[in-house]
């Protein structure tokens, strides 16, 4: 079988990063949980963008009020307000209701000169990609269930990015699959210590990276949820526990 320089290099990048000590930590305290069953769980939330949140199944569900045809003006991102200090494990509960459409996390998020993500002397953000990865914010991001476009539906993949900029760090094969046979709730798990990132999803090993100590990588900062339109999807039991630091 040929495969196409873009399975090459996915099969490359995960083949490369997939071991890691981040996998078998053991995850400590609970330093932030989150229901996400109610409006009161999401009153200090920020929405960037045009979307609805409801909780008809005592879940977080989100989806855009624009049509997707607007392209980058129907998306948008969910902040959740707290900082989280590096070297932890974020997760949450997932199910995919309707698609095409995309999911990220947006993890360790904070201003380029360590501002606070949702400080008002940011530029102003409204869901556009470009916001997020050529303006004054530093993050890492994980997209996941990416069935947005006619090659993401084909091949999926989940990618762990770098912003600023589109740096694409490495790739995994994403086990979720298509609404119709999706059977959910799914545990998304993403452990983060200093330059090391793995990323699961029901406990399978997903993507897993590690960047060069000599560069200066993202630390602690916050997490916003995005979508692109028109995906609906819910969210539920948002954990964050503290890792001891990989040595």
Not at 222 to 235: T, W
């Amino acid at each position: 079988m040929t495969l196409s320089r873009r399975q090459w290099l996915a099969t490359s990048l995960s083949a490369c990063a997939l071991p890691s000590g981040l996998f078998a930590a053991e995850a400590e305290e609970v330093i932030y949980q989150n229901p996400l069953r109610s409006e009161a769980d999401v009153v200090r939330f920020k929405m960037e963008g045009d979307a609805k949140v409801a909780f008809p199944n005592n879940r977080m569900q989100l989806s855009a009020l624009r049509d997707a045809a607007e392209g980058q003006a129907s998306n948008f991102v969910y902040w959740c307000p707290e900082v989280f200090p590096d070297h932890v494990e974020i997760s949450w509960n997932f199910w995919p209701l309707r698609e095409p459409g995309l999911c990220i996390l947006f993890f360790a998020a904070q201003g380029l000169n360590g501002e606070h993500v949702l400080s008002p002397t940011l530029k102003p953000r409204a869901g556009i990609y470009d916001q997020y990865t050529k303006s004054d914010i530093e993050a890492l991001q994980i997209s996941y269930y990416r069935r947005r476009w006619e090659e993401e539906r084909a091949f999926h993949l989940a990618n762990l990015r770098y912003a600023p900029g589109f740096e694409l760090l490495a790739q995994g094969a994403d086990p979720l699959p298509d609404v119709e046979d999706a059977r959910p709730p799914y545990r998304i798990r993403i452990r983060k210590s200093a330059a090391s990132v793995a990323f699961t999803i029901n406990d399978l090993p997903v993507v897993s990276w590690t960047g060069a100590s000599k560069r200066k990588w993202p630390g602690k900062g916050s997490v916003g949820f995005r979508q692109m339109a028109p995906l609906i999807a819910e969210y539920a039991d948002l954990k964050v526990r503290r890792l001891a630091p990989l040595r």
